[in-house]
T-cell receptor, first 110, second 114 residues
Framework: GQNIDQPTEMTATEGAIVQINCTYQ??????LFWYQQHAGEAPTFLSY????GLEEKGRFSSFLSRSKGYSYLLLKELQMKDSASYLC???????????FGGGTRVLVKP | ETGVTQSPTHLIKTRGQQVTLRCSSQ?????VSWYQQALGQGPQFIFQ???????GRGNFPPRFSGLQFPNYSSELNVNALELDDSALYLC?????????????FGPGTRLTVT
């Protein structure tokens, strides 16, 4: 089976840094995606990791350790508009069908 | 470039009825995946279509069925609706089925079953 775990909710202050962890247990792991989803809207792509290490993209960075079945999404210089759910999703074998975790709701306070 | 579109936006149905949801993929994309997202949860994979053929199915009963047309748009059909089918149904398109291909999501159809 597959198991993808991420915290349900996190709160942080505007301008701060927040790290959202995701652990997974899945057969035939291929890669890991992070998506952002504002309430009532479609998920939008943030990052994709297939090799171990850190991928940086502006204020957002994502890290993957394949041996540990672990990833994190780092959000720096938090802005109010970053209040959203952050979804960790894995792909298996050679395909791109996504298996999602439950999502982490991040609330940014002034 | 037109993004992924879905119709209708919202839908209310009665238990036992049937529903058809529609999705137009992004230009140049030949793969469409459907997901069900219950309130407060992550999306769950229903099935994927690649060049008009089903290319994988999640843990959903046969009353969930789909179709992809030659222009790569897609339909999701649900028969014998149950209360638990109330959810946001998301369609996502991609330029192929390879593992690195990002999926582009549509705005979703909110289905309420009463």
């Amino acid at each position: 089976g597959q198991n993808i775990d991420q915290p349900t909710e996190m709160t942080a202050t505007e301008g701060a840094i927040v790290q959202i962890n995701c652990t997974y247990q899945t057969s035939g792991f291929n890669g890991l995606f992070w998506y952002q989803q504002h309430a009532g809207e479609a998920p939008t792509f943030l990052s994709y990791n297939v090799l171990d290490g850190l991928e940086e993209k502006g204020r957002f960075s994502s890290f993957l350790s394949r041996s540990k079945g672990y990833s994190y999404l780092l959000l720096k210089e938090l802005q109010m508009k970053d209040s959203a759910s952050y979804l960790c999703a894995v792909t298996q074998a050679a395909g791109n069908k996504l298996t999602f975790g439950g999502g982490t709701r991040v609330l940014v306070k002034p | 470039e037109t993004g992924v579109t879905q119709s209708p936006t919202h839908l209310i149905k009665t238990r036992g009825q049937q529903v058809t949801l529609r999705c137009s993929s992004q230009s140049g994309h030949n793969t469409v995946s459907w997901y069900q997202q219950a309130l407060g949860q992550g999306p769950q994979f229903i099935f994927q279509y690649y060049r008009e053929e089903e290319n994988g199915r999640g843990n959903f009963p046969p009353r969930f069925s789909g179709l992809q047309f030659p222009n790569y748009s897609s339909e999701l059909n649900v028969n014998a609706l149950e209360l638990d089918d109330s959810a946001l149904y998301l369609c996502a398109s991609s330029p192929g089925t390879g593992g690195s291909y990002e999926q582009y999501f549509g705005p979703g159809t909110r289905l309420t079953v009463t």
